[in-house]
Nanobody, 120 residues
Framework: QVQLEESGGGLVQAGGSLRLSCAASGRTFSSYAVGWFRQAPGKERERVAVISGSGGITYYTDSVKGRFTISRDNAKNTLYLQMNSLKPEDTAIYYC?????????????WGQGTQVTVSS
């Protein structure tokens, strides 16, 4: 089992940058695929970016390709999301999640979320 805690959200102007972090508990962090998801008001939660246990495979949703970078540091049990060129439509609660089975499968463990607000 793994526990997750996000940090790094906040208010930023359009075109700005933020880096989200997700600290994970447990000794087997590297065995989990992990990723970032987001949910905007009135919308369904969507997958933003995910990364394999080793960090060698990543997947991004089309709307963030070229702007967001997902990475992980298994020695520190931490997941990151570097967000550049932010747009108002990136405004959402961002969640990190972990999955012991499949990079694009169902994610079982979730953090509480961190709010990202991008002003125009």
């Amino acid at each position: 089992q793994v526990q997750l805690e996000e940090s790094g959200g906040g208010l930023v102007q359009a075109g700005g940058s933020l880096r989200l972090s997700c600290a994970a508990s447990g000794r087997t962090f590297s065995s989990y695929a992990v990723g970032w998801f987001r949910q905007a008001p009135g919308k369904e939660r969507e997958r933003v970016a995910v990364i394999s246990g080793s960090g060698g495979i990543t997947y991004y949703t089309d709307s963030v390709k070229g702007r967001f970078t997902i990475s992980r540091d298994n020695a520190k049990n931490t997941l990151y999301l570097q967000m550049n060129s932010l747009k108002p439509e990136d405004t959402a609660i961002y969640y990190c999640a972990a999955n012991h089975v499949s990079l694009l499968g169902t994610y079982d463990y979730w953090g509480q979320g961190t709010q990202v607000t991008v002003s125009s």
